[in-house]
């Protein structure tokens, strides 16, 4: 019986993150992503919030902007991976969600960059 409802658990699980178009990543599997050169480092959150720290090489482009699907599609490649990242993993998540059917492959940091700081990760604000 365990079994059985592990396995309907799992598949619910798998349903939902497949259903949304883009995986989320905790701090680790996050960090490790994007040390590939296959992965663009996506900040969504505003341009304040950026100067006050990110990571390293991330890319940003306000989510509440008026124009941000446009940049989006005008600066991020459909053939790599979009590591997405905001404060808290809400705006992200928004934002993934609207970028995936447009064709990109996209993994979510969850917990955002709160998360990122607690677990003692690095930012820059150069």
Request: proline share 4%.
């Amino acid at each position: 019986m365990k079994k059985l409802l592990a396995t309907l658990l799992a598949a619910i699980g798998l349903n939902t993150a497949c259903s949304q178009g883009f995986k989320n990543a905790d701090v680790d599997e996050f960090a490790q992503l994007i040390k590939s050169p296959s992965a663009v480092v996506l900040d969504v959150r505003t341009p304040a919030e950026y100067a006050e720290g990110h990571i390293d090489g991330a890319l940003l482009i306000d989510w509440r902007s008026s124009d941000f699907l446009a940049k989006a599609d005008s600066l991020l490649p459909r053939d790599k991976t979009i590591a997405i990242y905001c404060r808290s993993g809400r705006r992200s998540a928004e934002a993934a969600a609207q970028l995936a059917p447009r064709g990109y492959k996209l993994v979510n940091l969850k917990g955002g960059i709160i998360a990122w700081q607690a677990a003692g990760r690095p930012l820059t604000a150069k």
